[in-house]
């Protein structure tokens, strides 16, 4: 794997509580710089994304951030919003606390929803549902849990399933039906690895930009 062809899996992502226009600027300057796939931002920063991008990337959108727990009209609303003023992807946040109170049928009707709305709107948007919870790590759901959410999220219609870590496990869960998009990455060996993996996306940050600039003392990237 070329660091151009890593690079062009990784959603930078800008989303700190204070987001100042220098550091979003930076931020996109960093996209065109590396040939990143988007800068990801908080629905405040997508027309500003957008205007210093001018389409030469795309623009990842959080909603529902950071914990999922918005009603489904706000999590259309704001994703609709954001497609208005230059998103071409939204990343929308799972409600976590409907999985556990096993509300799948209402969690299933949520991604629904959201997917048919965001389809009628702008059909080529890329839609990422996030499963922040990591099973492993810092536990919070079961395999049970992390199995019955993949499978909600795979038959939403989604292009994307987000996760924190964990491919391996569900990339054998989702098993091609939808794909995959990893964070949580703490290593350039590990975002690779990911990519090697079938991760089509890496959600990366500052400390990336660190590594890539340290490309070709990494022995990952002997292959």
């Known amino acids: 794997m070329t660091k151009t062809e890593l690079c062009s899996k990784a959603d930078h992502s800008c989303l700190g509580w204070i987001c100042e226009k220098l550091l979003v600027k930076k931020y996109c300057d960093e996209v065109i710089t590396y040939g990143f796939a988007t800068v990801c931002v908080n629905p405040d920063n997508v027309s500003y994304a957008a205007s210093l991008l ?100 795979a038959d939403s219609g989604a292009d994307y399933i987000k996760f924190f870590k964990d491919y391996e496990a569900i990339s054998k869960m989702i098993d091609g039906r939808v794909k995959l998009k990893c964070c949580g990455i703490d290593s350039l060996e590990y975002a690779v690895n990911a990519a090697r993996a079938g991760c089509e996306r890496i959600g990366v940050d500052e400390t990336f930009i660190n590594w890539l600039q340290k490309w070709d003392d990494m022995s990952c990237t002997k292959i």
């Open 54 to 153: 001018e389409q030469r990337a795309g623009i990842s959108c959080v909603v529902g951030f950071p914990c999922g727990a918005h009603s489904t009209k706000i999590k259309i609303a704001e994703g609709l919003e954001a497609i208005s003023n230059g998103a071409t992807d939204i990343d929308v946040v799972s409600n976590l606390s409907m999985l556990r109170n096993g509300e799948d049928k209402a969690l299933y009707e949520q991604y629904r929803a959201i997917v048919t709305a965001v389809r009628d709107k702008k059909p080529e948007t890329v839609i990422k549902f996030i499963v922040y919870a990591p099973y492993g790590e810092n536990p919070c759901l079961t395999m049970d849990e992390l199995a019955r959410v993949s499978d909600l999220i």
